[in-house]
């Protein structure tokens, strides 16, 4: 079972660079408006322009797409040499925004330093396309790795809603018997229940890159209809577990997700799985996009995670 140390939820813990960087992140986007109240074009926009509150991460040389059947594509980031396995990345971005290219920089690291190739998956956006589209677009990129991949173990991971879709791709490949070449996954501050955990709901308006508001309209953006967010398709905390493969969860303590990531943890472990919990004082939603030592921290022990499942 993951150990969970109180001492690391204390405000004593949080290192004095994070306090700073969370002060000033907070007034910085107290300035702007709420991203669940910005047309989701003109935030789509912005991150393609490398404007908004996170650091460019691409698109870089290195990294190329490739086109697979029916319109879709996956973005490359190969190994150096031959590669020891594949990491199929899923992106972040509420399940709204966010695409491949924009995480060359993450993945061009770990595709030096786990020695894997990089595939991150396309997949397409709410709320133009509702789910189980999303589901559907990962399947078609995790069948074309497969087969351009035959025999390499794979570890498939992502952050934020890409958290989410890996896990919700596990149970999908499970029920059809088909996660016989996953060595791992890694689970980085996901949401696992979009009908929404106490840490979400009780967390306010607070704008630290996420608040209840903004949540509650990337859930709505994906699953318009409420009843439908207690499926355990959509929400894998409620899901059986059994069967699945050792999995890392990160999470940072000032994140609102914060419950979903220790409740699933816990539930991995329960089923039976081996699970790592990572937990880091005072990290912000996807603090890992920032120049910080827990961010640092936080990409080792990923690329880490990878090579050892590798």
């Known amino acids: 079972m993951p150990e969970i140390d109180p001492a690391l939820f204390a405000p ?10 969370n002060r000033e992140l907070e007034r910085s986007l107290a300035e702007l408006p709420p991203t ?3 047309p989701v074009e003109e935030t789509r926009a912005a991150r393609d322009a490398g404007r908004g509150i996170f650091p460019p991460g691409g698109p870089l040389e290195g990294s190329d797409w490739r ?26 971005g509420g399940w709204s925004l966010g695409r491949p290219s924009h995480y060359d920089r993450h993945n061009q690291t770990i595709a030096a330093e786990a020695g894997a190739t990089v595939v991150s998956a396309e997949y397409r956006l709410a709320p133009e396309h509702r789910w189980p589209a999303q589901i559907e677009d990962l399947r078609a990129a995790f069948d074309w790795v497969r087969a351009e991949y035959p025999g390499l173990p794979i570890v498939l991971g992502g952050e934020s809603a890409g958290a989410h879709l890996a896990a919700c791709l596990l149970i999908e490949l499970r029920a059809h018997g088909r996660l016989d070449r996953i060595a791992g996954v890694c689970l980085n501050y996901g949401m696992y229940d979009l009908r929404m955990t106490a840490s979400v709901a009780n967390w306010g308006p607070r704008q630290l890159i996420l608040s209840t508001p903004t949540i509650a309209w990337f859930v709505a953006n994906l699953v318009p209809d409420a009843a439908g967010r207690a499926a355990p ?14 999995a890392l969860f990160q999470i940072g303590t000032e994140d609102p997700l914060i419950d979903d990531s ?4 816990a539930r991995w472990a329960g089923a039976g799985r081996q699970a790592e919990l990572a937990i880091y004082p005072g990290g912000v939603h996807a603090f890992d996009n920032f120049d910080l030592a827990i961010a640092a921290r936080f990409r080792a022990r990923q690329i880490e995670f990878i090579a050892g499942c590798l």
């Not at 059947?69 to 992106?91: E, K, M, Q, T």
């Open 233 to 246: 398709a959509v929400s894998p905390l409620l899901a059986d577990l059994s069967g699945m493969p050792p």
């Open 262 to 265: 220790l409740m699933m943890a």
């Open 12 to 21: 004593s813990a949080i290192e004095p660079e994070t306090v700073e960087f």
């Open 67 to 92: 086109a697979l059947a029916g319109g879709r594509r996956v973005r490359l980031s190969p190994a150096d040499g031959a590669p020891r396995g594949i990491y199929l990345h899923i992106h972040g």
């Open 36 to 38: 669940h109240l910005v």
